[in-house]
């Protein structure tokens, strides 16, 4: 969406909300709420909280930036939220446990991981019907979309492997061996890396996308921490690609890892079970969804440094930034 749209969404959903305009907004699901919290980027404050289905979790903007939608596990459905008005436009059934979720680039369909089934769900989103659903490994979580658009890869927390989907036979092409509980992805701008956080390996695990193999493995250490304590989940890059950034769960910390030598470069302190992390436009600021402590921490990326910490609703999971 150009910078001129973004603006007048941004506009129109706090004026809906009864807020001061924004420059942007973090949106950030509460599973025990049923609610997503919304933070102001410029004043770094809650405006408000939007009703959404059961135990919203994984969330994404569709591909025209008109909605969010988001993955709610006890309704089995995803709520499509009009980012205009800060209401839902409708809800479509996404199958049994439904964990995270990508969306094919021309919008048109919805790939999500089904825990209890080990199934990746196929939902046609014109109809807002499940057309199709592939087998994989047990407790499967991660779902990513390769750049071609051809592969669907999903991380199965059982197997300790990633399955590479082609879309095309609808059957797995590859089965990628990773660390233990495989959990989510990162994918390079230029499309020839899936970094894979392993939440019970304190690692993450990097795939080269043309050859499907895993080429090197990232070992986390947290001074302080035992080894069972370092738990990655939640991974994103900068827009460059030179850097990743992972939030470590039970150890409390964030990392900042450069993707060329794949090092860490700084470790910073945030809150309790360091979870979902996303990065603003400017790539300034980054937020951290802390999963025990109920908060929000935003850390400055340039100094690694924690800014503020922001409460939130109860058992955050995922942090999206909208501009």
Known sequence: MQTA????????????????VAQGTAYVSSEKDNAITLIDLKTQAVTGTIKTCKRPRHMQLTPDGKQLAVACGDSHQADFIDLASGKSARLVGLGQDPEIFDISADGKTLYVSNEEDAEL???????????????????PEGVKISADGKTVYVTSEV??????VDLATGKTAHNIKTGKRPRRFALSPDG??????????????????KENKAVATLKFEVKGARAADITP???????DGKRAFVGLGK??????????SRKVTDQVLVGK???????????KNLYVVNGMSDDLTIVDVASAKPLKTIKVGRVPHTVLVVE
């Open 251 to 260: 150890a409390n910390h964030v990392a900042f890892v450069d993707v060329a």
């Open 5 to 20: 749209a973004r603006t007048l969404v941004a506009a129109a959903l706090a004026s809906s909300l009864g807020v001061a």
């Open 233 to 239: 989940v939640g991974i994103t890059m900068s827009r």
């Open 121 to 139: 769900g196929i939902v046609d989103l014109a109809s807002g019907k499940r057309t199709g659903q592939i087998k994989v490994g047990g407790e």
């Open 273 to 283: 079970r360091a979870w979902s992390v996303a990065l603003d436009k400017a790539e």
């Open 159 to 164: 197997a300790n492997m990633v399955h590479a």
């Open 192 to 209: 020839s890396q899936l970094w894979v956080t392993n939440e019970l390996d304190a690692s993450v695990t990097v795939i080269d996308t």
